[in-house]
């Protein structure tokens, strides 16, 4: 019974760090440039289907494959920020989350339109095996996955607060009058920040997806780790591990546990809830920046 | 001069009657609507179902048709699988088309329209197995297939007989979400059939997932450990992958029911092993998609040969086949009891009320279909056909297993 | 603004929604057409213009929300559907006809929007835009679970027409007549609400909501009030609509409905009342003119599958709602209001 409940609670922990990987391509972007970027999913599955063409399609070697969908994802956020967010530069944050649900429902129709509504098998870049500790029993692709969504989590912190480069992008996330006031390069900022964005969808889409199918619907995910940014705050990134795992747990405890009661679907609910509660006492999240408004 | 005048009279009456003669071959038009999805979550299958529809539809006009005169146009509409959509295309179908039947899709189309038809007077037929919204009196939104916990039930009741030797209840969990009422419509029916038959089946757990689940292995480990002997997937493809993946990582074998929508090819094709499901099982109340050289093959192959059929033989082009054929011999029969100018949509759902087609007459592709006011798909006539895979091949299990009283819920 | 060459006299001719004989003779024209629509036009475009009429009451509970009061309200499809439900059960179970389920459905939705408003108080920006995302799938789950006795659950609800007296109605053209007038009703409403005291408080608060309350706006109740009449708005709608479709499901009211329901509003012009309207028209416009025109394309240039044409819709308007916010991110109101301007001021630039 209680090595059943410390299974669930560390698979719960893992899909956690699945999520903050995915919130963590959100809040990337917008710590380097102050887009609320609605259209996470749409990008998780475009760098799954990128994967799969390089892999399955293509047949290439799973490194190669890696790395070819990791610059043409590159390429394709460089081309998102020249063609989308240059001229947005100091538009209202409104204006900009407005463009990313646009982007959202253009990126859906490209993604059906090129490689249609069929579901595709995703290779299986983590091995198949399980992790057995006695009697429990850890998925591997979650496993290595929470693994990488720690080091990113540790390289981005220390990307964004220690380093020259870093810091400037945050100035970005504050302002960016302010920023190209300073000599700051916010056009570089941006097409960094979409970049390193599709960099983190290829990596989530493999840990997600890895071994199983591959469909458009697939970008649900991306809206189901929303409440984990929230919940870190959206310019902590640090935060953003403990926040997944919070999230993780409790949706895999309640999935476990208090599914099977009431016959419902409460796992999928919870998360949000969750974060409702801990807005309502803390309106910028856990680690958010408290902003200081000026009349 | 005479001679002259005979042979212009004669000339002016010979083109008179050739030119007369085609407007005594002038054939009666019945319109039927399809509606279909090109851009939405069905879209995959859906050129499959079509090339099944349309094949029938060339079939029946040029052997059966044109003897009577007769000629079935169809047009089809996409509705994106959208309520909206369906909606607001109805009254110009309704207007512009005049069909004598419709042939649907499933859940959109039914909700949509469901309240419309009986006063707009126009029936619809659908090859989904139905859901419990749809199992109201007095339906003029017709299944050619029970619900889906009648094909559950059909099958299990054929696994505990066979697989158990009947000696228990079959231990029974289901894989679903909550996503669509139509998928959380599964469980309920599920557990109405388990409810009512508790010597034959034990409901064990219903796993609430995404239509994309992240990870099922802990979940499925408690399937496992609670000595299920059948998961129920009819949902989709990436439950049955995920499901596969995480029996796979424990390590066991627990067999998969699967519906039509995804069966044992497409799943495995999703899981990039193309024998990955065998010895699990795809069950339908319609032929099955195996290669056994059944009467349904062989109007496949006809249809293949002689009337540009270009879909494959899978559970998807095997349900367009199936509506069309319902909707060409209801109007046949409409015709033959009314005449051809009075096939309008009243006459042909009195039609499939009242008359009952056997195996025969739908080319072996359904069992029969019986409707009746109370129910809107077939009760009597139903069966259901399971298929299994062997070496990567769809391969009869059972053939025409009853299908069991499922109270309504 | 006016031309130059109008000028009031009066108090009452200032503050005017109508000012010029001009504006009223064009006025009555577009409603003469509306009200004949139905004689010329065929019954598709009716039906249409049916779901416009719908949709275009919650678009502009929507402008309300997030246009005036600067809200970002994502959940606005889930207020709709708390509408439907409201008004399915009302009709199902309590048997009171539409006339009073439809403005019940709209008091059950405003409650659901006050809840919700309350958040807005300590949330902003896209923090807000998360919770009523939130909104959107506490919804769903709760339809879903509760007991089907209530709520219905995954049978959803059937409706039969709505009925005035022995009048029922069941035809698209008796609907379209009776969305007709609640739409005018409302729109008016927004109108009249949006001129008056709680209006500018909405959009002091949309521009500064710090500088608002120093000036003594009550920002809480704003914030409050705007939740509550685009929750009021949608679920007018929403309880239209479970009288048009007559079918009433979870499925229905789902989050990429509230995203389209945004898309519309962006497209038509945040800020304005007619914007709103202008934008659902269009983008409804343009999707059912794609799927008319999408099985003639299909039949006339076979190379091109079918999933291509369809999938191409969703790409078609995707790209137009992100054109028009790099182009033009006021809309289309501001558009039209430029070129009034130049045409009024035509030869001169300013």
């Not at chain 2, 757990?205 to 979940?219: G, K, M, R």
């Not at chain 3, 999933?307 to 182009?327: E, R």
Request: charged share 15%; proline share 4%; hydrophobic share 55%.
């Amino acid at each position: 019974m209680i090595i059943e409940f410390i299974n669930y609670t560390i698979n719960g922990a893992l899909l956690g760090l699945l999520y903050s990987l995915v919130a963590m391509g959100f809040v990337v972007i917008y710590r380097a440039s102050k887009v609320f970027n609605m259209a996470i999913g749409e990008m998780i599955v475009l760098g799954a289907f990128l994967l799969w063409w390089a892999i399955q399609s293509r047949g290439m070697h799973p490194v190669l494959g890696i790395a070819v969908a990791l610059c043409i994802s590159v390429l394709i956020g460089l081309v998102i920020e020249r063609l989308l967010f240059r001229r947005l530069i100091g538009e209202s944050v409104f204006s900009m989350i407005m463009v990313t649900i646009g982007l959202l429902i253009l990126m859906r129709g490209l993604v059906l339109a090129i490689w249609g509504p069929q579901e595709r098998q995703f290779p299986a870049i983590f091995p198949l095996t399980p992790i057995i500790l006695g009697e429990m029993i850890i998925p591997r692709s979650l496993a290595i996955g929470g693994l990488i969504a720690v080091l990113a989590a540790v390289a981005l912190h220390w990307f964004f607060n220690r380093s020259r480069s870093g810091l400037a992008m945050s100035a970005v996330a504050e302002d960016h009058q302010i920023a190209l006031a300073m000599g700051i390069s916010v056009r570089r900022s941006i097409a960094f920040a979409w970049a390193l964005g599709g960099v983190l969808s290829v990596i989530t889409s493999m840990v997600y997806l890895s071994g199983k199918s591959l469909t458009f619907l697939s970008s649900e995910i991306g809206f189901a780790a929303l409440p984990v940014a929230l919940l870190a705050g959206l310019e902590s990134i640090g935060g953003l591990l403990l926040a997944g795992i919070i999230v993780g747990v409790v949706q895999g405890l309640t999935a476990a546990y208090i599914d099977p009661l009431i016959g419902g679907n409460a796992a999928a609910v919870v998360p949000y809830i969750f974060m409702l509660v801990v807005l309502v006492v803390r309106p910028t999240g856990m680690f958010g920046w408290k902003r200081i408004e000026r009349v | 001069m005479q001679r002259n005048t005979f042979l212009k009279l004669t000339a002016a009456l010979a083109s008179g009657l050739l030119l007369n003669a085609p407007a005594h071959a002038q054939s009666t038009t019945i319109n039927v609507a399809a509606f279909a999805d090109f851009a939405g979550p069905y879209a995959n299958v859906m050129s499959q179902m079509q090339g099944g529809r349309l094949a029938v539809i060339e079939w029946w006009n040029k052997e059966v048709g044109s003897k009577l005169n007769v000629q079935i146009v169809v047009k089809t509409f996409d509705t994106r699988y959208d309520v909206a959509q369906t909606a607001s295309l109805w009254p110009g179908i309704k207007a512009e088309v005049k069909p004598a039947i419709l042939l649907g899709l499933g859940g959109p189309d039914a909700a949509a329209l469901q309240q419309r038809l009986p006063e707009d007077k126009i029936p619809m037929v659908m090859a989904t197995a139905t859901y419990g919204f749809g199992w109201k009196p007095n339906q003029w939104a017709l299944n050619l297939r029970p619900t889906y916990a009648h094909e559950a039930g059909g099958f299990l009741e054929w696994f505990r007989t066979t697989k158990l030797d009947g000696k228990r209840p079959v231990k029974v969990a289901i894989i679903t979400s909550e996503a669509t009422p139509a998928y959380a419509d599964m469980a309920k029916g599920l557990q109405s059939y388990t409810k009512a038959n508790p010597d034959k089946a034990t409901f064990v757990e219903a796993i609430w997932t995404e239509v994309q689940p992240a990870d099922l292995t802990l979940a499925v480990r408690r399937l496992v450990n609670a000595g299920t002997d059948v998961i129920v997937i009819q949902t989709n493809t990436a439950q049955a992958v995920a499901t596969k993946r995480a029996l796979q990582a424990l390590g066991k074998n627990v067999p998969i029911m699967l519906s039509l929508h995804n069966g044992v090819v497409g799943s495995s094709k999703a899981l990039g092993d193309p024998n990955g499901f065998a010895g699990d099982f795809e069950v339908g109340a319609i032929a099955d998609a195996s290669e056994d050289d059944t009467t349904a093959r062989k109007f496949y192959s006809m249809l293949q040969e002689k009337h540009g059929l270009k879909s494959g033989w899978n559970a998807m082009t095997i349900m367009g086949l199936g509506q069309s054929v319902v909707a060409v011999r209801a109007i046949e029969a409409t015709i033959k009891a009314k005449g051809a100018g009075k096939v309008t949509g009243e006459a042909v759902r009195e039609t499939l009320m009242n008359s009952q087609f056997t195996s025969n007459d739908l080319m072996g592709i359904l069992p029969g279909v019986d409707f009746s006011n109370d129910t809107p798909f077939p009760t009597g006539t139903a069966k259901v056909n399971i298929a299994t895979m062997k070496d990567g091949k769809v391969v009869r299990a059972a053939a025409d297993v009853n299908v069991p009283v499922v109270p309504k819920w | 603004m006016d031309p130059s060459g109008i000028f009031s006299t009066s108090y009452a001719r200032d503050r005017a929604l109508i000012r010029t004989r001009a504006q009223w003779v064009t006025l009555g024209l577009f409603i003469a057409i509306l009200l004949f629509l139905p004689w010329f036009a065929s019954a598709r475009l009716v039906a249409v213009a049916n779901l416009m009429l719908v949709t275009s009451i919650v678009v502009v509970g929507l402008q309300i929300t997030t246009g005036y009061a600067g809200q970002i309200n994502l959940g606005q499809a889930a207020f709709m559907g708390v509408g439907a439900y409201a008004a399915s059960v009302v009709e199902v179970k309590a048997g009171l006809p539409f006339w009073v389920a439809v403005p019940v459905a709209g008091l059950v939705a405003a409650l659901a929007g006050w809840l919700f408003g309350m958040t807005a108080a300590r949330i902003k920006g896209f923090y807000l835009a998360l919770t009523t995302i939130a909104a959107q799938f506490i919804f769903h789950f709760i339809v879903l679970n509760l007991p089907s006795a209530w709520l219905g659950g995954v049978n959803g609800f059937s409706l039969e027409p709505a009925r005035m007296g022995t009048f029922l109605f069941n035809t698209d053209r008796s609907l379209y007549y009776l969305f007709l007038v609640v739409t005018m009703v409302m729109v008016i409403g927004a109108f009249g609400i949006l001129r008056s005291r709680h209006g500018r408080a909405f959009v002091a608060v949309r521009d500064d909501d710090v500088a608002a309350g120093m000036m003594g706006v009550d920002v809480a109740g704003a914030k409050s009030r705007a939740f509550v009449l685009g929750a009021f708005y949608a679920g007018i709608g929403g309880a239209l609509w479970a009288y048009q479709v007559r079918f009433v499901s979870v499925d229905q009211f789902t989050l990429f409905n509230s995203i389209w329901f945004i898309a519309m509003m962006i497209v038509g012009g945040l800020g304005s009342i007619v914007g709103a309207l202008i934008g659902t028209v269009l983008i409804r416009g343009v999707q059912e003119t794609i799927t008319s025109l999408g099985p003639d394309l299909v039949e006339r240039i076979p190379s091109l599958s079918s999933d291509l044409i369809f999938a191409s819709m969703n790409v078609f308007l995707g790209l137009i709602i992100t054109l028009f916010l790099l182009l033009e991110p006021k809309g289309l109101m501001h558009r039209w209001n430029i070129l009034k301007t130049n045409y009024r001021l035509w030869p001169f630039h300013h």
